[in-house]
């Protein structure tokens, strides 16, 4: 079984979640997703996220804290997605991987579609006060 850690990135700002839309071509083409990706050889969790949200988003962002780890097992892989609370330090949104984004609310999670692995940190965020 072939094993993959991810990470994501919860970016909260002014009441509302980043969230992404994948590309069409790609796997889970279309649904939405938390941003972020696969963990390199030798990386940190904390190192991957900055940069692979640096790369789709050429945003800078600050890792908050550990939010939520997901194990999920799909066709023959093994998914560990490790999903953190981050803050915009700098830069404008430019989508280098996904074909759109959007600001919502915690009450609009349920609007969009989302991988299996990101629904339970949405359950944790709706049930999350801020």
């Not at 991810?6 to 002014?14: H, K, L, Q, S």
């Not at 963990?39 to 988003?57: A, Y």
Request: glycine letters at 6%.
């Amino acid at each position: 079984m072939k094993k993959l850690e991810v990470t994501a990135a919860i970016i909260y700002a002014n009441g509302k979640y980043l969230i992404a839309q994948r590309p069409l071509d790609k796997s889970m083409g279309g649904l939405w997703e938390f941003p972020g990706g696969k963990v390199d050889e030798g990386e940190s969790l904390e190192s991957c996220l900055i940069r692979e949200i640096q790369e789709e988003l050429e945003l800078v962002i600050s890792i908050n804290k550990h939010f939520l780890s997901v194990n999920h097992y799909e066709e023959n892989v093994s998914l560990n997605l490790h999903s953190y609370l981050c803050s915009i330090i700098e830069g404008e949104i430019r989508l280098n991987e996904h074909i759109d984004y959007k600001w919502i609310t915690k009450n609009e999670f349920s609007l969009f579609d989302f991988p299996q692995a990101d629904r339970p940190i949405i359950k944790k965020l709706e049930e999350h006060q801020n």
